[in-house]
Every structure is written in structure tokens, then in C-alpha cells.
């Protein structure tokens, strides 16, 4: 069915029906998967960077690369120039990932400060580039108390709003103090077992949609926006 015969509001030329053919990537990447991992306290013991740790070691026998940033020094959003080391190491690891774990404390019945500034200083775009759009996405929390869901769904609204492929599965560790002996190594439990159902699905999103992860945030209304300067662009030229 043609543009025109399914709305007279439509831009024809913007307007694009999805196919399989679009979904299978011409060359599939050979290297391994690239997360990067995030955690919300400084604190001396922080239970979410001891999570975020036995990810890592997860995902790193499951084959893919990580790199865990530590927020301390990060200044506060608008704060600094963007060229601060900090905020420079945060973005340049952000353009490099193909995949995220944001793994937050839930303080006062939502995710911390600090794993919020983190998110703020990453840019919906740079320029032409929008770093975060179509990567893949895992969530965590972990509570001082019982069980609790706070954090990780804020974290998936920041998700959706930074354009990531936020994984279905997601892991709650209560009472995480329980949870990790005097190394920082988590106990075996079911909550240990989630962690491992969330990474394993998160490299399976991540192998399945980094090749062809442009297409599938591509959309109309920016195609049709985009028509629309080089328009203006060619008409002011003439």
C-alpha cells in the first residue's frame, strides 16, 4: 500500500515500511561485545559497585569486554566545562560501549544522586551523534531493606528518554548486606541467579541488535525533519 493510500497526512518521501531485509545486517561485528558499567555510591563498602563487580565478572565469561566507570569526582551537572577529565572519561566511554548496566542504591525510595548526575552528564546528542540511542540497556538496584522496585523503574524511564534498548529482565537485591561475604563476592542465592538471567540477556539483546541498531531507532518524524532543512538549506542556496 502506498503512502498516499494510508494518509493524506503523510510525507511520501519520508515514509519508510519496515522489512526484514533491513533487519539483517549486512557484516556481523567479530569483536566482543563492549559494556559499560555504572554504579550510584562511594561509599567505602557500596554494595551497588560489589554488584556491579560480580556482573562484570559475568559478563566477562560470557566473552564480552567491560570497562566500570567510578563516578568519584564527577562534578555536578552544568557545574564544569564538558571538557572536565571526568566528564570527558564518562562520554568517551559512553561513544565506545554498545551496551550499559545502570546499577543504583535506592535512597529515600529512589535511585541516588549520584547515579542520576552520571546519567545527566550524557548527552542526548553530539552533534550529528546520538551516543546512548539504540545501545542496549540492563538495570539493577540494590535496598538496605526488603524487597523494592523504585530504583530500576526510574532508571527505566531515564532508559527510554536516552533512547536505549532497555532489556526486559532486571535484578532487586534486598537487603544486600546479606548478600556479599567479607571479600565483597556475592553468596549464592536467588537473587545471584537473577544477576545472571540479566547479563546473559543483555548480551543476548546486545549480539542481536548492535549491527543493525541504526535502523531500529531510525523513525519517520525525523527523516521527515530532516527533509525539511535540507530543503530549506537548498532553497536559501539558490
Given at each position: 500500500m502506498s503512502a498516499d493510500?494510508?494518509?493524506?497526512?503523510?510525507?511520501?518521501?519520508?515514509?519508510?515500511?519496515?522489512g526484514l531485509q533491513q533487519l539483517q545486517?549486512?557484516?556481523?561485528?567479530?569483536?566482543?561485545p563492549r559494556i559499560l558499567m555504572l554504579y550510584g555510591s562511594l561509599r567505602e563498602r557500596s554494595y551497588s559497585r560489589l554488584l556491579t563487580q560480580e556482573a562484570a565478572r559475568l559478563l566477562e565469561g560470557m566473552g564480552a569486554e567491560v570497562r566500570?566507570?567510578?563516578?568519584?569526582?564527577?562534578?555536578q551537572p552544568d557545574s564544569v566545562p564538558e571538557d572536565h577529565p571526568k566528564v570527558a572519561e564518562l562520554r568517551a566511554l559512553v561513544r565506545w560501549c554498545e551496551g550499559m548496566v545502570w546499577t543504583s542504591p535506592e535512597r529515600h525510595g529512589a535511585m541516588t544522586g549520584i547515579m542520576k548526575t552520571q546519567v545527566d552528564?550524557?548527552?542526548?546528542?553530539e552533534g550529528a551523534v546520538r551516543p546512548t540511542q539504540g545501545?542496549?540497556?540492563?538495570?539493577?538496584?540494590?535496598?538496605?531493606?526488603?524487597?523494592?522496585?523504585?530504583a530500576v523503574n526510574q532508571?527505566?524511564?531515564?532508559?527510554?528518554?536516552?533512547?536505549?534498548l532497555t532489556i526486559p529482565n532486571q535484578s532487586s537485591v534486598a537487603k544486600a548486606y546479606q548478600e556479599?561475604?567479607?571479600?565483597?563476592?556475592?553468596?549464592?542465592?536467588?537473587?545471584y541467579d537473577r544477576v545472571v538471567d540479566v547479563m546473559e540477556e543483555l548480551l543476548k539483546f546486545t549480539l542481536l541488535t548492535r549491527d543493525i541498531a541504526p535502523y531500529?531507532?531510525?523513525?519517520?518524524?525525523?527523516?521527515?525533519?530532516?527533509?525539511?532543512?535540507?530543503?530549506?538549506?537548498?532553497?536559501?542556496?539558490?
Open positions: 493510500a494510508i494518509s493524506r497526512h503523510i510525507d511520501a518521501r519520508s515514509f519508510q515500511a519496515p545486517p549486512r557484516q556481523l561485528s567479530a569483536h566482543a566500570i566507570y567510578d563516578p568519584d569526582g564527577l562534578p552528564w550524557i548527552p542526548l546528542s545501545k542496549t540497556l540492563a538495570v539493577m538496584q540494590v535496598s538496605g531493606g526488603s524487597q523494592s522496585f523504585n532508571l527505566r524511564i531515564l532508559g527510554r528518554w536516552m533512547r536505549l556479599f561475604d567479607d571479600e565483597g563476592r556475592m553468596k549464592p542465592s536467588p537473587f531500529l531507532v531510525d523513525r519517520y518524524s525525523e527523516r521527515k525533519e530532516e527533509r525539511a532543512k535540507m530543503h530549506a538549506q537548498t532553497l536559501a542556496r539558490l
